[in-house]
């Protein structure tokens, strides 16, 4: 089983201790599934108790790996300066934290469609892989995910699961939050919603959410309406403009579910510029729940995806795609929470 600890730390110290291989310990240490829960758990908590790091550059001489992943961000119109969607921003935690529990470092950037990123990474051996954030218009970016797989590049990307069919992909089950939301307006005695936000190919996410919508209010006797769905990407400027568009368009309606909580901030400064009272005279729902949705007027309804679910499972996707491994559920479930924006007084 070893040899009992002396000196620095090593390896083999704690697999005397746990009483298992050194390969185990490394195989542990990196995360692997194939170690029982209870012993990573044993080895790793041990490995605290002694102060123990991770030699990376004998780890890299012998894995001829960096034990370094590189996330990257797309760029998105953002109202400050940051161009990073703030859902994808409070992902970041998450992805870190997954990514020091198996003692890996961790690379940022952002992904710019205009240039090779990728060949900064994997292809200088920069990184051992790649967790890609956000894509923009999936018909535009579907082909550089298709460059990086004739490549051999190692990826993960957030997104949608239906559309993947190279299965790196982890995403929500954006089809049943969309039910959720639509299933909670109806129960909210809501019968005329409005949907802001792409319904079509190029944002599939966003469509899945709209079909889940017009599958609940389909379950209720209600007929969605086309004229009621308006196309929006995720900037509050955007949400503020297909709200004032469906408010000129003169169709009644008393909800709306947005695409995501920051075209649903920009419509709410729409409804409170034309005197539609949130809600009263409309129900408003989003989607991702980010800081900001707690703090609009009135707060605002959202629904609620797996954060820190998202991080453990885009870094574990990714390893098990390096190592060859079947990869876990690609699928995240949601929760509503409910907030002031859909109160029924």
Known sequence: MGRAPTGRPTSFDIAY???VSQPTVSRALRGDR??????REKIERIARELNYTVDKNASSLRSQ???TIALLFFEDPTPDESMINPFFLAMLGSITRAAANRGLDLLISFQRLEDDWHVRYQDSHRADGLILLGYGDWTVYQQRLEQLRRQGTHFARWGSVSNDAGGGTVGSDNFEAGRMAGEHLV???RRR???LGHADSHYPEFASRYEGLCAALRTAGLEPESALQHDAVTSEEAGYRAARAILAGGIPFDA???ASDLIAIGALRALAEAGRSVPSDVAVVGFDDIP???LTRPPLTTVQQDIRGAGEMLVETLLANIAGRPRPAPRLPTRLVVRESTATG
Request: glycine share 8%; charged share 10%.
């Open 256 to 258: 709306i579910f947005a």
């Open 187 to 189: 129960a909210r005695g």
């Open 34 to 39: 194939s170690v029982a829960l209870a012993t």
């Open 193 to 195: 919603v409005a949907f």
């Open 292 to 294: 900001a949705a707690s």
């Open 17 to 19: 201790l746990a009483g």
């Open 65 to 67: 790996r960096s034990n």
